[in-house]
């Protein structure tokens, strides 16, 4: 079941990079519209962003482990529009004792910039 586990890992985190990889081999040598941003769905690059708000409420932020961005629910990630986006997911990390518990969240980020990202709300469940 581990082996199960870290092959879906593997294989979002490959999926994850190839698409990073062809977002940026995409660009047209900074011709890129500086605007852009404002009406593209960014949904994989707020699951990564959300990560960081979440791990800042961890006692161990080092042990977090989140699902990949295709596990579970495909629509873990919702675009609201206004490049507001709202995550519903879990994170598995060590507590105050060093046992790993899951932790179900919702995450309410807003994308202000081509690379900056505002916090609007966690409710950790």
């Given at each position: ?21 062809l ?12 605007n ?90």
């Amino acid at each position: 079941m581990g082996s199960k586990i870290l092959v879906k890992n593997f294989l979002s985190f490959l999926v994850f990079s190839v698409f990073v990889f062809l977002a940026l081999g995409s660009t047209d040598g900074g011709n890129r519209d500086p605007n852009a941003w404002l009406t593209e769905d960014n949904s994989i690059e707020a699951s990564v962003m959300m990560q960081d708000f979440v791990k800042a409420r961890l006692k161990s932020p080092a042990s977090a482990k989140f699902p990949g961005v295709f596990e579970g629910s495909q629509d873990h990630v919702k675009h609201m529009g206004n490049q507001e986006y709202v995550i519903d997911s879990y994170v598995d990390s060590q507590n105050g004792f060093g046992a790993m518990i899951r932790t179900y969240f919702r995450c309410k980020i807003k994308q202000v910039s081509d690379d900056s990202w505002r916090l609007i709300s966690l409710d950790i469940k």
